[in-house]
């Protein structure tokens, strides 16, 4: 199946084509910036920095975080696409998938307490500040597989 | 404006302690590109934060508050400007001569810019702005521009492997 996919015409239009594949990474880029950036904050708040900052307030942010989620999903499955077996076979790709996977897993109670801590100033749950410490490491962790990937 | 190899700004560059310490430390320019990338993280989201708060999105947060993101962005700021004179150190005169970096410097310039005239170019008022309220055309009118012009550093960044630098 991975061979079927990257001998594709949309694979040989990724890697050929002149703006294929960069306006592809670019997106995934840009949707990396947005992501990491605001839900890294959304943590720091839930992690009790700047508690002037309405938890319920920040509600929309997750909204902003999904979407561009979303993005570098559908982007990330077409860069995958391109050079499948590769990409399959690489180490750092695994790690990324891995803590991709478990970084936006531990979004979701960190949005739900969002949703139910209401005007809530008391400190967070240890499990939800568990899950907003923890998905700012897997998120580093991310990053540098992801770019290292383009080496191993 | 054009260089060649024996411009002093590209001897510069090129035989300083960076260049020479990124040609020689094989492993040097990946790590340099992963802190590049957590330094544009922390950029964009603490600089979008308010620029999308002043727009009128998530207008339940208070500006003052969102400001004291700013050391995250400052740091990703300064980690970027590091690692970036990295990558240029390591071989000058294709990033130099190249398009898409050189437009990238650019907007950056025309950022920070733009970052200056929000803050000393609005009121107080503006910049202390609370919960609930609504921020003036002329500060959204900046918050649109700034969003704009980081994305552009992103795209513009991004396109200098794909146009002549060949970085991965």
Known sequence: MLQALQESDFAAWMLQSSYGYPVVLTLHTTGLAVVVGVLVLVDLRVLGNVTQLSLTAMRPLMKLVWWAFLLNLVTGLLIFASDAERYYGSTNFRIKIASVLLAIGLAVPVQRYLRHAGAATADAPSGVRLAAGSSIGLWAVAIVSGRLMAYF | ?168
């Open chain 2, 1 to 168: 404006m054009t260089f060649t190899q024996d411009s002093w700004l590209i001897v510069l560059l090129h035989d300083s302690f960076a260049g020479v310490a990124m040609r020689g430390i094989p492993w040097l320019f990946p790590a340099f590109e992963v802190l590049h990338f957590m330094g544009m993280a922390m950029l964009v989201g603490a600089v979008g934060i308010i620029d999308l708060r002043v727009l009128g999105f998530a207008r339940g947060l208070p500006l003052p508050a969102l400001h004291k993101f700013q050391p995250i962005g400052v740091a990703g700021l300064i980690l970027n400007v590091i690692t970036g004179i990295g990558f240029i150190s390591s071989d000058p005169l294709p990033y130099l001569m190249n398009g898409a970096y050189r437009l990238k410097m650019l907007l950056i310039v025309i950022a920070g810019v733009n970052i200056l005239l929000f803050y000393f170019g609005l009121s107080r008022q503006v910049r202390q702005l609370p919960a609930g309220a609504s921020a003036p055309l002329q500060a959204r009118l900046i918050a649109a521009a700034s969003l704009l012009l980081w994305f552009g550093v992103i795209w513009t960044g991004r396109f200098i492997a794909f146009t002549g630098k060949n970085t991965l």
